[in-house]
């Protein structure tokens, strides 16, 4: 099974801030790499996906890069609506098993 | 837009089944295929299984062999997931999702909680 490992746990920031959040996978899944955001009580949102790729509906202060085991989201001015928990996931076609990462949350200094 | 709209919250004991239904609408059902999500009170996402459109073929997580089936309605657009065996630790949110074959997820259900209490 891939392990995605993200880091760090939890991150205090002020709004305007730029942030990066990191995630590692176990071993390469090249850029097959998508990042959720969760708000609390509701469901998970793609932002995310091809390591870079904004999802539709996404801003563009949202950008993703890396590949094989490394992974970084960063967000370039945080607004107040962007307080919330970010989990990286794996996914790849020759081995359909998923697995999310544990989460960064992103929280108001 | 694609919508994924679940059953409501259910409360089993320990032992008993459960099965959570996923509706689908505003998109054509048989493109894209169905993942289950499960979240515990306070923890991380946990990937349980896929099952491809029309329920031909699907796969568990290792976690859930045994206990889980996924399965497909074509007549009414919905997918249902059905765990037995229920423990404690099966207490979780439970999200339905959507994707275009082994991809991410673009859309999710709004999640039914599932609680299993004595």
């Known amino acids: 099974e891939i392990v995605m490992t993200q880091s760090p746990a939890t991150l205090s920031v002020s709004p305007g801030e730029r942030v990066t959040l990191s995630c590692r996978a176990s071993?390469?899944?090249?850029?097959?790499l998508a990042w959720y955001q969760q708000k609390p009580g509701q469901a998970p949102r793609l932002l995310i996906y091809?390591?870079?790729t904004r999802a539709t509906g996404i801003p563009a202060r949202f950008s993703g890069s890396g590949s094989g085991t490394e992974f970084t989201l960063t967000i370039s001015s945080l607004q107040s609506e962007d307080f919330a928990v970010y989990y990286c996931?794996?996914?790849?076609?020759?081995?359909?098993?998923?697995?999310f990462g544990q989460g960064t949350k992103l929280e108001i200094k | 837009q694609a919508q994924l709209v679940q059953s409501g919250a259910e409360v089993k004991k320990p032992g008993a089944s459960v099965k959570v239904s996923c509706k689908a609408s505003?998109?054509?059902?048989?493109?894209?295929?169905i993942h289950w999500v499960r979240q515990a009170p306070g923890q991380g996402l946990e990937w349980m299984g896929i099952?491809?459109?029309?329920?031909?073929?699907?796969i568990y997580a290792q976690k859930f062999q045994g206990r889980i089936t996924m399965t497909w309605d074509t007549s009414t657009s919905a997918v249902y997931m059905e765990l037995t065996s229920l423990r404690s630790e099966d207490t979780a949110l439970y999200y339905c999702?959507?994707?275009?074959?082994?991809?991410?997820?673009?859309?999710w259900g709004q999640g039914t909680l599932v609680t299993v209490s004595s």
């Open positions: 099952i491809n459109p029309s329920g031909v073929n699907t």
């Open positions: 071993q390469s899944v090249s850029s097959n």
């Open positions: 091809g390591a870079s």
């Open positions: 505003g998109y054509i059902f048989s493109n894209y295929y």
């Open positions: 999702a959507r994707a275009l074959a082994y991809n991410w997820f673009d859309s």
């Open positions: 996931q794996q996914y790849n076609n020759w081995s359909p098993m998923y697995t």
